[in-house]
T-cell receptor, first 114, second 114 residues
Framework: KAGVTQTPRYLIKTRGQQVTLSCSPI?????VSWYQQTPGQGLQFLFEYFSETQRNKGNFPGRFSGRQFSNSRSEMNVSTLELGDSALYLCASSLGWETYNEQFFGPGTRLTVL | KQEVTQIPAALSVPEGENLVLNCSFT??????LQWFRQDPGKGLTSLLL?????REQTSGRLNASLDKSSGRSTLYIAASQPGDSATYLCAVNSGTGTASKLTFGTGTRLQVTL
């Protein structure tokens, strides 16, 4: 069974631009969560989607948004990029039907904002 | 607000040694706890998942325990090998309803020397 895939793996953008990251969950998984990892803040929860609906949200500004498609693939968008948005963005998928379902992570997208 | 702490922050041991990594959390209302491994610049690999009703889980040379009432978990690695060198992260799932939300510790960086 294929794991969680994320594209692209690396991105370089400049301040003020916007960016879209993509995540394809494990086949059969309905939940996709997004996390930001930085050296200073560690891993922080952005949001979770289940069946095309945002089910949970972390404490990030409105510049961070996401969506999920009917095939459970998810995209995350960051508008008006700031230097502090440079990070490894990880997505995780799970069956999603129960809170206790195990989370499986993708390899991440490394975003560098210049 | 859930807070997760991992001690020690870094650990260096000679090959063959048994070791224990510690994780503590402030809110005992969790659904489960996962231990992950992260290699430099990579995504997270799930090692063990302990549901809130369980006391421990084992996989090969790894054993994780959970004491929910005291807010503690330990990851025991037997007969360490150089390939075990990585950062180990614990994460507690304290979502609401059916929504998952993982709160991560800052990790323990492990180096196993020859």
């Amino acid at each position: 069974k294929a794991g969680v895939t994320q594209t692209p793996r690396y991105l370089i953008k400049t301040r003020g631009q916007q960016v879209t990251l993509s995540c394809s969950p494990i086949s059969g998984h309905r939940s996709v969560s997004w996390y930001q990892q930085t050296p200073g803040q560690g891993l922080q929860f952005l949001f979770e989607y289940f069946s095309e609906t945002q089910r949970n949200k972390g404490n990030f500004p409105g510049r961070f948004s996401g969506r999920q498609f009917s095939n459970s693939r998810s995209e995350m968008n960051v508008s008006t990029l700031e230097l502090g948005d440079s990070a490894l963005y990880l997505c995780a998928s799970s069956l999603g039907w129960e809170t206790y379902n195990e989370q499986f992570f993708g390899p991440g997208t490394r975003l560098t904002v210049l | 607000k859930q807070e997760v702490t991992q001690i020690p922050a870094a650990l260096s041991v000679p090959e063959g040694e048994n070791l224990v990594l510690n994780c503590s959390f402030t809110d005992s209302a969790i659904y489960n706890l996962q231990w992950f491994r992260q290699d430099p610049g990579k995504g997270l690999t799930s090692l063990l998942l302990i549901q809130s009703s369980q006391r421990e889980q084992t996989s090969g040379r790894l054993n994780a325990s959970l004491d929910k009432s005291s807010g503690r978990s330990t990851l025991y690695i037997a007969a360490s090998q150089p390939g075990d060198s990585a950062t180990y992260l614990c994460a507690v799932n304290s979502g609401t309803g059916t929504a998952s939300k993982l709160t991560f510790g800052t990790g323990t960086r492990l180096q196993v020397t020859l």
